[in-house]
């Protein structure tokens, strides 16, 4: 598949992004919107699983939420089968929720704050 191809499947994915600090959700919404990415943002996981359906895409979510944590957002998605390639970030890394996160089936764990370049 030729680099235009990829780059035009891949524009064509949703980037679902979690947090509830807002600065930071609007930051990322805004980074990719501007990479031409089509995109989604929400303050809280319950948020996210109240409009989950079958879109294909990324997710990128906090890991520390009030009500429902990223863990068991990802939990819940394992669960109901809702599988897609999930980025935690956190401000609050321990090696133990990072390696949690990746036995649940996170593909990437970034702390906060955290160069856009890593994005």
């Not at 680099?3 to 949703?14: G, S, W």
């Not at 031409?36 to 939420?65: C, N, P, R």
């Not at 929720?97 to 856009?116: H, N, R, V, W, Y």
């Amino acid at each position: 598949m030729n680099q235009t191809l990829l780059d035009e499947k891949i524009l064509k994915n949703t980037i679902f992004i979690i947090d509830d600090d807002n600065d930071i959700l609007q930051s990322l919404v805004s980074f990719f919107e501007m990479k031409g990415f089509k995109v989604q943002g929400f303050s809280s996981a319950l948020d996210y699983l109240k409009a989950l359906d079958d879109t294909q895409g990324l997710l990128i979510s906090d890991v520390s939420m009030p009500e429902m944590n990223g863990l068991e957002m990802l939990e819940k998605l394992n669960e109901i089968q809702q599988l897609r390639p999930v980025l935690f970030m956190t401000g609050f890394a321990t090696i133990k929720t990072a390696i949690k996160a990746m036995q649940l089936g996170a593909t990437d764990f970034i702390e906060k704050p955290f160069s856009t370049k890593y994005l």
